[in-house]
Structures are given as structure tokens and as C-alpha cells.
């Protein structure tokens, strides 16, 4: 099974649909299409617009057995939390579609 890495922000969504505005790579080594693969410590933003408000989130669970600078990608099968203004969760993340030209196979 292949699971599609994330290098767009606007392909992760929350528990309400939100879409990511941004998030600050931390790996700028390895690429697709000029575009930086997420890693585990990258940090969506969200713009904390209704219903879930959420504005931030991390990756719990990411791929392990594909990293980047010893920090492991993110990809479809990744588990993420995001969070709301009040110390909250908004539930979890999700990352739709994600990058077809990288796909992780396990």
C-alpha cells in the first residue's frame, strides 16, 4: 500500500474541513517538485475561522520509515492534532490528497 507525503499546507484539514493556511517547514533538504516534503515537526497553521477555530496543530504519529534528516515524513496514514486558541484540542487532522509524485509503500 502507497501513501501520498504532504508539501502543501492547504492539503491538511481539520475535524471541521478547515484547510491549513501555512506551516513552517523544517526540512529543506529533500524535495518534490521543488517543494519541501513535511517531516513530523512541521507545524500547520490554521486562520482560526469557525466552527472548529482551530489555529495550530502537531503530528503525533508520522511515517517511520521514511525520514529526512532523521525526522520521519509526513504522509496520508500520519496522525495529527489540532488546537484551538483556548488550550483545547479541535480534534484530529487529516491530509487530503497529498502528494501523488511521492508515495510511501509499506
Known sequence: MSNPTLTVAAHVVDSAQGRAAAFVPVNLRATSTNMPLSVQADVPAF?????????????????????????????????GVGYTPVPASSGPLQILPGNQHVLITF
Not at 466552527?51 to 496522525?79: D, E, K
Open 47 to 79: 486562520p482560526g475561522t469557525s466552527p472548529a477555530l482551530t489555529v495550530t496543530g502537531t503530528w503525533t504519529v508520522a511515517g517511520s520509515r521514511v525520514t529526512a534528516s532523521g525526522i520521519p515524513l509526513v504522509n496520508t496514514q500520519s496522525v
